[in-house]
């Protein structure tokens, strides 16, 4: 670290008040302004203490703390203010254990000692850091996102933290910890990517002498507690994050309820979080709202919900943490006791109106009042609602908490502004969904292509169907056994729906990577299958690649081309498929997995514009209800609304 702390000239006008442009004509109209001391000629660097010395002359630096003094100069000059912390973190615990000063933190401290010990002959050692911390966490540019402590306390108050023991595998700065330890957490553990965020949130520990320690590291690639349980587990884990170690851990022990997809990393936090409870232990996880309804989520929500593991969805606020413009849900799961039956009902919680603050009481006494009689029949009309859960294993296995709550048999404005909302989220998601693409040179060459059949026959992928039922085209459904994927099902996107037929010739297995195809369709339509067990239904052809030659994603996007639904239809018709004679272009199997995962997203994105049209259809209605029975009244216009536009 340099020894002489510096200030930037957009720092000189926060630190006075001011704008930039007064700093500029300090400069210029007085001789005696500090010289800079590095930086560019256009982006100059001064002398704090010079400056300092110069504003408070001139009258015009203001009176301030000396937490917040010692702050500017721990931050001014440094990129990762994170680093300086850390070195008075650790100044203050050799401090307070034996009176001692850390070597490490005079070099990274540079002179500011006597203020450090200052403070903490103010505050004392604990308070001290607390109050640098405050800053540090403190929303703005370049700074960490925190987790509010009001949502914290909320966090820990539903996982039951008091007198347990806690964990937190994505730390960030501490601030679900620190909650815990506030709940009355005996020990708190912790793991964070970030080291300078690790060190951080360990030293808060420390200072506090809360048994435990938070460790670096990536949790999901790298556990750093492996084996180890805890009484309770907190935690806000990063969004959206693909590249989170899918290829690497897809036989890792954690996933009890099925290998959480790619597009799914938060699927993958809530069960290492389940992995380290304690039979009984509770996890609160904070989840984007999309976790509750994404189709490629549901077979995991489905079996955590059959197996007692899910107990609750809250949806909070906009705004109770970042990113503040989505309304986030927090996730209650519970380490199902050994032998204990499965719970009728999961909790549902719509708290998005409001303020978290005021709300959080609430919701406790909520969840403390379900989990007392846990299949009783609690309801609260438009907040909360005890659901069955076989009521939410329906085939989209939504556990959007607004679209389970009882609307009396009229749609409440409550539901109608929930649906506006949730429409307007999935319309957000539209532009990240869509596949990044680039178009090629108009001279490109024709691809080459080769057809299914010669696919087939090369062993590049087995080729099976359509199945048939022998006899009469009648149905004979058997009862129970596995699921058969039938036509309908692939055409809507939908889990297998089918019951298995007596009369197949044989039964087929679907696996995970296999592609099916209707026979007959309006349209040609290809589908990867995502999960094991379900049976080949009827008027399918199934074709299943080899791995070390065929992207099962490429392929069904090669399918579904316009080309080849010309190419494999029959002479009479568009609506029977020989899919033999489909063409899929030649590609090296690198090539083959970057265009299946554009197609992949291709799919979600479908998937989204289905839900869309679908809740648009829902709002419509109500909306149109509402209004024909009086329920809604139609907003006034201002004067410049619903005009044509001039020349028109």
Same mark, same amino acid.
């Given at each position: 670290?340099q ?10 006008a926060?630190l006075?008040g ?5 700093v500029?004509?300090w400069r210029k109209?007085?001789?005696d ?5 590095g ?13 300092e010395?110069?504003?408070?002359g001139q009258?015009k630096l203001?009176?301030m +703390?000396?937490?917040d003094?010692?702050?500017r100069h721990?931050?001014? &000059? ?5 680093t300086?912390?850390a070195?008075v /973190? ?5 401090r307070?254990?034996d &009176? ?8 990274q401290?540079?002179?500011l000692?006597?203020e450090v010990?200052?403070?903490a ?10 109050e640098?911390?405050?800053r540090f966490?403190?929303p703005g540019p370049g ?7 009001d949502?914290?306390d909320?966090m820990?108050?539903l996982?039951?933290? %008091?007198?347990?023991t806690v964990l937190?595998?994505?730390a960030g700065t501490?601030?679900t910890?620190r909650?815990?330890v506030r709940?009355?957490?005996t020990a ?5 990517l970030?080291?300078?965020?690790a060190r951080?949130a /360990?030293l808060w520990l420390a200072?506090?002498a809360v048994p435990?320690?938070v460790?670096?590291?990536d949790?999901?690639r790298?556990?750093a507690?492996p /084996?180890?349980t805890v009484d309770?587990?907190?935690?806000h ?8 170690g ?7 022990p954690?996933?009890e309820?099925g ?8 699927l ?5 979080a ?8 509770h996890a ?8 509750a309804g994404?189709?490629?989520a549901r077979r ?7 197996r007692g593991?899910?107990?609750?969805v809250i949806a909070?606020?906009?705004g109770?943490?970042?990113?503040? &413009?989505v309304?986030l849900h ?6 199902p006791p050994?032998d204990?039956p499965?719970?009728?009902?999961a ?7 409001g303020d978290l603050?005021a709300?959080?009481p609430?919701v406790?006494?909520t969840?403390?009042a379900f989990t ?7 309801e =609260?009309a438009g907040?909360?609602r005890?659901v069955p859960?076989i009521?939410?294993?329906? =085939?989209?296995?939504d556990?959007?908490p607004?679209?389970r709550?009882?609307?009396? /048999?009229?749609?409440?404005g409550e539901?109608?502004?929930?649906t506006?909302?949730r429409?307007?989220?999935?319309v ?5 969904l869509?596949p990044?693409v ?7 060459a024709?691809?080459?292509?080769l057809s ?10 087995h ?11 009648g149905e004979t459904?058997l009862?129970?056994g596995?699921?058969a994927m039938t036509?309908?099902d ?6 297998? +729906?089918?019951?298995a037929d007596e ?6 297995r679907?696996?995970a990577?296999d ?5 007959i369709?309006r349209?040609?339509?290809?589908r990867?299958v995502t ?10 052809y199934?074709?299943r690649?080899n791995?070390?030659?065929?992207d099962?994603?490429?392929?069904? %996007?090669?399918l579904r ?11 009479s018709?568009?609506l029977r498929?020989?899919?033999r004679?489909?063409q899929?272009r030649?590609?090296?199997l690198?090539?083959q997995r ?5 197609f992949?997203?291709l799919?979600?994105?479908e998937s989204a514009?289905?839900q869309?049209?679908?809740?648009g259809?829902e709002?419509?209605q ?6 024909a029975?009086g329920?809604l009244?139609?907003t006034a216009r201002?004067p ?7 020349g028109?």
């Amino acid at each position: 670290m340099q020894e002489t702390p510096t200030i930037t000239a957009a720092e000189i006008a926060r630190l006075a008040g001011v704008g930039r442009a007064a700093v500029s004509n300090w400069r210029k109209r007085h001789g005696d302004f500090p010289e800079p001391v590095g930086g560019s000629a256009t982006s100059p660097e001064f002398d704090l203490a010079q400056v300092e010395q110069w504003l408070r002359g001139q009258g015009k630096l203001p009176e301030m +703390s000396r937490a917040d003094r010692l702050w500017r100069h721990l931050t001014a &000059g440094r990129e990762n203010p994170a680093t300086a912390l850390a070195a008075v /973190g650790e100044h203050l615990l050799i401090r307070q254990r034996d &009176g001692e000063r850390s070597s490490r933190a005079g070099d990274q401290l540079a002179g500011l000692l006597p203020e450090v010990d200052a403070l903490a002959d103010e505050l004392g050692p604990q308070g001290a850091f607390d109050e640098l911390w405050q800053r540090f966490s403190a929303p703005g540019p370049g700074r960490p996102f925190a987790t509010p402590d009001d949502l914290a306390d909320l966090m820990a108050g539903l996982a039951g933290v %008091g007198g347990g023991t806690v964990l937190d595998p994505a730390a960030g700065t501490g601030a679900t910890l620190r909650a815990a330890v506030r709940a009355g957490g005996t020990a708190a553990y912790g793991q964070e990517l970030d080291e300078e965020l690790a060190r951080l949130a /360990g030293l808060w520990l420390a200072l506090r002498a809360v048994p435990g320690e938070v460790r670096p590291g990536d949790s999901l690639r790298t556990d750093a507690f492996p /084996g180890h349980t805890v009484d309770a587990v907190v935690c806000h884990p990063p969004f959206g994050i693909t590249n989170w170690g899918v290829e690497e851990l897809g036989y890792d022990p954690r996933w009890e309820y099925g290998v959480p997809p790619r597009t799914e990393p938060e699927l993958a936090w809530v069960q290492h979080a389940l992995a380290h409870l304690r039979p009984g232990g509770h996890a609160v996880l904070l989840m984007p709202p999309t976790a509750a309804g994404r189709r490629g989520a549901r077979r995991i929500r489905a079996e955590l919900l059959r197996r007692g593991a899910l107990r609750a969805v809250i949806a909070l606020p906009a705004g109770a943490a970042a990113p503040h &413009g989505v309304p986030l849900h927090l996730w209650v799961l519970r380490r199902p006791p050994v032998d204990a039956p499965a719970p009728a009902r999961a909790l549902l919680v719509d708290a998005a109106d409001g303020d978290l603050t005021a709300l959080a009481p609430r919701v406790l006494a909520t969840w403390r009042a379900f989990t007392s009689v846990p299949d009783a029949d609690l309801e =609260e009309a438009g907040f909360a609602r005890a659901v069955p859960v076989i009521e939410l294993l329906d =085939e989209e296995v939504d556990l959007t908490p607004a679209r389970r709550q009882p609307a009396g /048999g009229e749609a409440t404005g409550e539901h109608l502004v929930r649906t506006r909302e949730r429409l307007a989220a999935i319309v957000g998601e539209l532009p990240a969904l869509m596949p990044q693409v680039t178009p090629e040179s108009d001279g490109a060459a024709s691809p080459l292509t080769l057809s299914i059949a010669e696919l087939a026959r090369t062993g590049a992928l087995h080729l099976i169907g359509p199945v048939r039922a022998a006899g009469s085209d009648g149905e004979t459904p058997l009862s129970g056994g596995p699921k058969a994927m039938t036509v309908q099902d692939v055409l809507n996107g939908t889990e297998p +729906s089918g019951q298995a037929d007596e009369r197949l010739g044989q039964e087929i297995r679907l696996a995970a990577g296999d592609v099916v195809v209707p026979m007959i369709a309006r349209q040609l339509t290809a589908r990867v299958v995502t999960s094991e067990g379900a049976l080949l239904g009827r008027n399918l052809y199934l074709l299943r690649p080899n791995p070390a030659a065929l992207d099962p994603w490429f392929l069904a %996007g090669q399918l579904r081309t316009s080309a080849n639904e010309k190419q494999a239809s029959s002479l009479s018709g568009t609506l029977r498929f020989d899919i033999r004679r489909a063409q899929v272009r030649r590609l090296p199997l690198a090539e083959q997995r970057a265009h299946g995962e554009a197609f992949r997203r291709l799919d979600a994105f479908e998937s989204a514009i289905r839900q869309a049209a679908n809740l648009g259809a829902e709002l419509v209605q109500m909306t149109a209800d509402g209004l024909a029975r009086g329920a809604l009244a139609p907003t006034a216009r201002r004067p410049d609304q619903g005009k044509a536009p001039k020349g028109h």
